[in-house]
């Protein structure tokens, strides 16, 4: 079966030494791409996500970092999910920390509902905007495979990650689940 793999960054875009930039390039895959990305409004996020969804011509997997992950769990009891078959949530940012951004609006309470499609969330212990333990709960609240990476810092640019291997092997198992 074809398949859609969607790029879905967080706040601020994913820069070209992000995975997300890197996997764009080297598998092009194509990427949601918002309006705002310094100041995002969540329903403006999950308006965007619907659209690309909507455009996209095969059944959809999506890979989620930081903010986007939220913005998938809104948009999954908002919109019809049948287009979205799979979804890796990497380091998702945890939007009722009290140190959340407040230029990111909108996107608290954290979705708690389960996810109506298979998924995984991939977590680092020593992300600064996640702890292991909530990153945890969200997986068991969405009804996701859980992935500890070790300590690895947000797992981005940062994290100094290249293309993460590990990451696209995730979604390589993610794949084989749908």
């Keep these: 079966m074809k398949l859609t793999i969607l790029l879905v960054p967080g706040l601020g875009n994913s820069g ?8 764009a ?10 309006q ?7 329903a403006d996020w999950v308006q965007g996500l619907n659209e690309a969804i909507q455009r996209a011509e095969s059944p959809v997997v999506l890979v989620a970092h930081s903010l986007a992950c939220s913005t998938i769990g809104h948009w999954a009891h908002q919109y ?19 140190d959340f ?7 608290a309470p954290m979705p708690q509902q389960r996810l109506p499609f298979a998924s995984l969330v991939v977590a680092s212990t ?5 702890s292991i333990a909530r990153a945890q709960a969200f997986a068991a609240a ?4 859980f992935v500890d990476v070790g300590a690895q810092g947000h797992l981005n640019v940062a994290s100094n ?12 198992k993610l794949l084989q689940q749908v």
């Design 16 to 23: 070209p030494q992000h995975w997300q930039s890197i996997w």
């Design 80 to 98: 019809p999910t049948e287009a979205v078959v799979g979804a890796l949530l990497v380091a998702p940012a945890d939007t009722e920390r009290p």
């Design 101 to 107: 951004p407040a230029e990111a609006t909108g996107f």
């Design 36 to 42: 705002e990305w310094d100041h995002p409004r969540c």
């Design 142 to 145: 969405w009804g996701s495979e």
């Design 25 to 34: 390039t080297l598998y092009h895959h194509p990427r949601v791409e918002q």
């Design 161 to 172: 990650l290249g293309n993460w291997p590990t990451g696209y092997a995730l979604l390589q």
């Design 126 to 130: 020593n992300d600064e905007y996640v």
